[in-house]
């Protein structure tokens, strides 16, 4: 079945480590999206990409890099430069246009430092 | 994107329909209504969209008022499993700038037995 695969699903850091959250789709998706939650709120948006080796800043990229070198992948890295790190990252893809069903979104990444 | 006003929670009894409704009055022409639902720690789930017409699927049925300022989200039969975070948004249909999303709180949709 096609989905959005993201790893690992709990993820201790240390302050001052750089740790990176994978994201996979096998949806054959051109755009792909790092969002950020925190409890008792919206999605906000970190880092979004809608070509391969492109991608744009979101309204809370800083503290956070990403990369899009395959269609399948967009990685993101959590610098040590992330003031308050500990959040649930969730990854989403959406085809061009968004088409009929909008974004599909992984299971998350729940970051805690410690 | 237009922002959109939804009850912070509701509560329905199992088996019931529950209307979740949404108020987007600045919503744009070419903006659509869409629902998403979060459960609990898990990815948000797409449900349903629409521009205009009444739209239904497996899931739930969308109702879009004629002047479009607001939507009513209808699960027909409520189940223990439909107990979520449900989301509405509005946003234009091929937009490039995907930056101007606006997830707010949604509402917290307590389904009981």
């Known amino acids: 079945d096609g989905g959005i695969t993201q790893s690992p699903k709990y993820l201790f850091r240390k302050e001052g480590q750089n740790v990176t959250l994978s994201c996979e789709q096998n949806?054959?998706?051109?755009?792909m999206y790092w969002y950020r939650q925190d409890p008792g709120q919206g999605l906000r948006l970190i880092y979004y990409s809608q070509i391969v080796n492109d991608f744009q800043k979101g309204d809370i990229a800083e503290g956070y890099s990403v990369s899009r070198e395959k269609k399948e992948s967009f990685p993101l890295t959590v610098t040590s430069a992330q003031k308050n790190p500990t959040a649930f990252y969730l990854c989403?893809?959406?085809?061009?246009?968004?088409?009929?069903?909008?974004?599909?979104f992984g299971s998350g990444t729940r970051l805690t430092v410690v | 994107d237009a922002k959109t006003t939804q009850p912070p929670s509701m509560d329905c009894a199992e088996g019931r329909a529950a209307n979740l409704p949404c108020n987007h009055s600045?919503?744009?022409?070419?903006?659509?209504v869409y629902w998403y639902r979060q459960i609990h720690s898990q990815g948000p789930q797409y449900i349903i969209h629409?521009?205009?017409?009444?739209e239904t699927n497996e899931m739930a049925s969308l109702i879009i008022t004629e002047d479009r300022k607001s939507s009513t989200l209808i699960l027909p039969h409520a189940t223990l499993r439909d107990t979520a975070v449900y989301y509405c948004?509005?946003?234009?249909?091929?937009?490039?700038?995907?930056?101007?999303?606006?997830w707010g709180l949604g509402t917290s949709l307590a389904v009981n037995p």
């Open positions: 600045t919503i744009s022409g070419n903006e659509y």
């Open positions: 948004i509005v946003r234009a249909y091929n937009a490039g700038n995907n930056r101007k999303l606006i």
């Open positions: 949806l054959n998706h051109d755009a």
């Open positions: 989403a893809s959406s085809p061009p246009g968004h088409r009929d069903y909008g974004y599909t």
């Open positions: 629409g521009l205009k017409n009444n």
